[in-house]
Each structure stands twice: as structure tokens, then as C-alpha cells.
């Protein structure tokens, strides 16, 4: 997992070439007006645009993906990201979907990390991650990075 401020994104942009275009359109356009809705910035990167309702940490299961690198940006508001490593959660609550690539597990996260507008949480499929955590409504980007 990597916690970032969106000034400070493009250190990261060596990891590979995707996360590289993930970030140069997330420069570009976390502060555009939102739409809700999927857009494609590419074949295998994809953003979807949120507006939903968060949730007590109890209340958020982790999940985690084999296939995709995510990137949460919250717009309105602090998100709270609760985190485990994978190798630590153990309690399957939905098998692996592979259509949705996702699985959810009911293990505790291991902490919980806050995040404000003007930064950002990339997750990789190493990171059981419990998203939209806190109180009231929500607007967020969640990049979604094609691995293969």
C-alpha cells in the first residue's frame, strides 16, 4: 500500500507504465467536476466515479483482487481504508469471484488509515483493504490498474 498527496505522485510513476498513466490522469483531473460513472483511460485502466454511502469500521468487510491495482481518491471528505496484508487474513467470507475479481474475508483490519481529499491509496493485490469507511456521503475516483 502506498499513501501519497497528489503533488507528490509522480515518484511513483516508474512502477510500471499503467500506474504511470493512472497518475498522470489523476493530476489531470482530481479536481474536474464530478460525474458519476466509468470511464476507460485506456484498454487496461479504468476509473470508476463514485458517490457512495460510508460505512463503521464494523460494518466493512476486507476485500481483495488477483487482477487489478487499485487507486482511491477521495473528492468530498475523509475515507478511512482499513488494511491487512494478505497473508494475515484467513476468515473467507466470499470465495474469489473471478468475474468481479474479488474476494472478502472477515478479519479485522490491521489499521485503519485515514485519507483526505489531495491524496491518494494505491492498493495492490497484497493489500486486503476495507474502503469507505466513516460517516455520511461520499465522492471518490477508484482507478482500477489491469495487472496483466
Same mark, same amino acid.
Given at each position: 500500500?502506498?499513501?501519497?498527496?497528489?503533488?507528490?505522485?509522480?515518484?511513483?510513476?516508474?512502477?510500471?507504465?499503467?500506474?504511470?498513466?493512472?497518475?498522470?490522469?489523476?493530476?489531470?483531473?482530481?479536481?474536474?467536476?464530478?460525474?458519476?460513472?466509468?470511464?476507460?483511460?485506456?484498454?487496461?485502466?479504468?476509473?470508476?466515479?463514485?458517490?457512495?454511502?460510508?460505512?463503521?469500521?464494523?460494518?466493512?468487510?476486507?476485500? !481483495?483482487?488477483?487482477?487489478?491495482? =487499485?487507486? /482511491?481518491? @477521495?473528492?468530498? #471528505? *475523509?475515507?478511512?481504508?482499513?488494511?491487512?496484508? %494478505? +497473508?494475515?487474513?484467513?476468515?473467507?467470507?466470499?470465495?474469489?469471484?473471478?468475474?468481479?475479481?474479488?474476494?472478502?474475508?472477515?478479519?479485522?483490519?490491521?489499521?485503519?488509515?485515514?485519507?483526505?481529499?489531495?491524496?491518494? !491509496?494505491?492498493?495492490?493485490?497484497? =493489500?486486503? /483493504?476495507? @474502503?469507505?469507511? #466513516? *460517516?455520511?456521503?461520499?465522492?471518490?475516483?477508484? %482507478? +482500477?490498474?489491469?495487472?496483466?
Amino acid at each position: 500500500m502506498i499513501i501519497s498527496a497528489i503533488e507528490d505522485l509522480n515518484q511513483y510513476k516508474h512502477l510500471s507504465p499503467r500506474i504511470a498513466t493512472a497518475i498522470d490522469w489523476t493530476i489531470k483531473h482530481h479536481k474536474v467536476t464530478f460525474e458519476k460513472g466509468r470511464i476507460d483511460i485506456s484498454e487496461d485502466i479504468y476509473v470508476n466515479r463514485e458517490e457512495v454511502a460510508m460505512m463503521p469500521r464494523e460494518k466493512k468487510m476486507l476485500e !481483495a483482487h488477483r487482477r487489478y491495482i =487499485d487507486i /482511491h481518491i @477521495p473528492l468530498s #471528505g *475523509i475515507e478511512a481504508i482499513g488494511w491487512a496484508h %494478505i +497473508k494475515d487474513v484467513k476468515n473467507i467470507i466470499q470465495p474469489y469471484d473471478d468475474k468481479q475479481d474479488i474476494e472478502f474475508y472477515g478479519d479485522n483490519s490491521q489499521c485503519i488509515i485515514p485519507i483526505k481529499p489531495g491524496q491518494v !491509496a494505491i492498493l495492490f493485490p497484497e =493489500d486486503a /483493504h476495507a @474502503p469507505c469507511i #466513516g *460517516i455520511g456521503n461520499h465522492r471518490k475516483y477508484c %482507478i +482500477k490498474i489491469a495487472i496483466d
